[in-house]
């Protein structure tokens, strides 16, 4: 009876409260107009949706990945009056809250490890940046500690993926939210885009400059750029193509291959082609791994012959256009400009080592380091330049030997266990991101949202996904 009782209760709860909240919505609209109704429904909203997080951390966990996919697309859609970002920051602030005051047991035995040092190692070095000389706002250093957050989703991960079944879970989530996100770019090729969408693009010259090339339009989906969609369709893409080469039924792989093949689709809207290269990176690099495996052999040769076919054969037209201009990269305009804006830096960078302070270049120089040598210059392009010019030649080793312990611990991890569905995981988390830190040298390509997400599950599951084989006396393949 008490069971019965202890059962029916928060159904009870939940249900008043629900009627309660519409009825008070109804009468503020009533009352007071429709902004007041509404402002009292998303507060309501929000207080239990923190009374969800505060319960379960992983539900405020796959938030920020909806998030940081979909926030752009809510803007563009209503305006929202206020930064979008600093509420993507508050909510990992509260998922790292929920995480540490949740009363089940957590498994920290394997956080003291190479990436979490090097990890560790950097967020020093930013933060003594606010002793740099070279640096003229504190206020800059002190919005550029919002940077930091990053760590707490690394702790998070390290505690979300501590089962195969977390992983697989999150891999699915991923998986899915990408193909949503490229099918609805094929939707504004084909279909063109929404009217919301379209009073955006043409309410800014510069914006229709960027994402009309050619008479044609270059895709973002839900996404906030072009760019940004093609990076993480492609990332998205190598992941589909190592779970379709995977340990899993026929069934399973066919979808993961036309899963593979809408995302490249998708990407090849988006008019990126450091996207197309770093699918092309990605795919050597998963040949090169797995070259003892015949069949995987045999795929890499289809892959590459396919490339040709689409690089010599006789297809046209924009697309196909910007494709073939990848790989002639001395012919590309856009490509000298790059490597021009690298020449004129070289100096700075060699006679500052520790960098001319953190949001000091370009538009964040603008906006928060005013009067600084670097503020309001060109946009650097290349993550890694912005790095080196921000925290110097010292602060970009640090940076990418960073980069360097994750595909060498990823790597040594893979070979080193003898479960094809852990080497498996390992290989979905650990290709895209070898692909996606050689276009970091193009472009910011790691951390723009939602890709940011998956490179710190990246760097949690390359250490978690070796704990696992032991805890595995069977495995059910999906």
């Not at 997080?53 to 926030?71: A, T």
């Not at 090339?213 to 998205?236: E, K, N, Y």
């Not at 110097?392 to 094809?420: A, K, R």
Request: proline share 3%.
């Amino acid at each position: 009876m008490i069971s019965n009782k202890t059962i029916k209760f928060p159904a009870a709860a939940i249900f008043s409260l629900l009627l309660l909240m519409s009825v008070a919505v109804t009468y503020l609209i009533a009352t007071h107009g429709i902004k007041m109704g509404v402002t009292v429904l998303l507060v309501s909203i929000g207080v239990v949706f923190v009374a969800a997080v505060l319960k379960d951390y992983r539900i405020g966990f796959y938030f920020i990945f909806f998030m940081g996919v979909f926030m752009f697309y809510v803007d563009r859609l209503f305006t929202v009056p206020f930064p979008m970002g600093t509420v993507y920051d508050a909510l990992v602030a509260l998922v790292f809250f929920s995480l540490m005051v949740e009363r089940r047991h957590h498994d920290w035995s394997s956080f003291k490890n190479p990436v979490t040092t090097m990890f560790f190692v950097l967020i020093v070095y930013q933060v003594l940046q606010l002793f740099n000389p070279s640096a003229n706002s504190v206020l800059a250093w002190i919005v550029s500690l919002r940077n930091n957050i990053s760590f707490l989703i690394y702790i998070i991960c390290f505690q979300m993926f501590s089962s195969l079944k977390g992983i697989k879970k999150f891999t699915m989530v991923w998986l899915g939210i990408a193909l949503l996100t490229g099918l609805y770019g094929i939707y504004q090729r084909v279909f063109g885009l929404p009217d919301f969408e379209h009073a955006w693009l043409y309410a800014s010259e510069d914006r229709v400059g960027l994402l009309v090339i050619w008479g044609q339009l270059r895709v973002f989906s839900f996404l906030s750029d072009p760019s940004v969609f093609g990076l993480f369709t492609a990332a998205s893409a190598l992941a589909a193509m190592v779970l379709a080469m995977g340990p899993f039924k026929l069934r399973y792989r066919a979808l993961f291959a036309a899963i593979m093949v809408i995302l490249l689709v998708a990407m090849s809207y988006s008019g990126t082609r450091t996207a197309i290269a770093l699918v092309a990176v990605g795919v050597a690099f998963y040949v090169t791994i797995m070259m003892h495996n015949r069949k995987t052999f045999m795929a890499g040769v289809a892959l590459v012959f396919m490339g040709l076919a689409l690089l010599f054969g006789p297809f046209y037209g924009g697309t196909m256009s910007r494709l073939r201009s990848t790989f002639k990269a001395s012919d590309d305009p856009s490509m000298a400009v790059r490597d021009f804006k690298r020449q004129q830096f070289q100096e700075y960078i060699q006679t500052h080592p520790i960098g001319g302070g953190l949001y000091t270049v370009g538009h964040n120089g603008d906006r928060y380091s005013k009067g600084h040598q670097l503020a309001g210059k060109w946009d650097p392009d290349s993550g890694y330049l912005l790095t080196a010019l921000e925290t110097g030649w010292i602060g970009l080793l640090i940076f990418q030997g960073l980069f360097c312990v994750v595909i060498i611990t990823g790597i040594n991890n893979f070979f080193s266990i003898n479960d094809p569905l852990l080497r498996t995981y390992i290989l979905v988390y650990i290709i895209p991101f070898m692909a996606l830190s050689v276009a970091h040298f193009t472009q910011d390509a790691m951390f723009s949202k939602p890709t940011n997400v998956i490179i710190y599950a990246t760097y949690a599951l390359v250490i978690k996904i070796a704990t696992l084989e032991k805890k595995l006396f069977s495995v059910d393949l999906v």
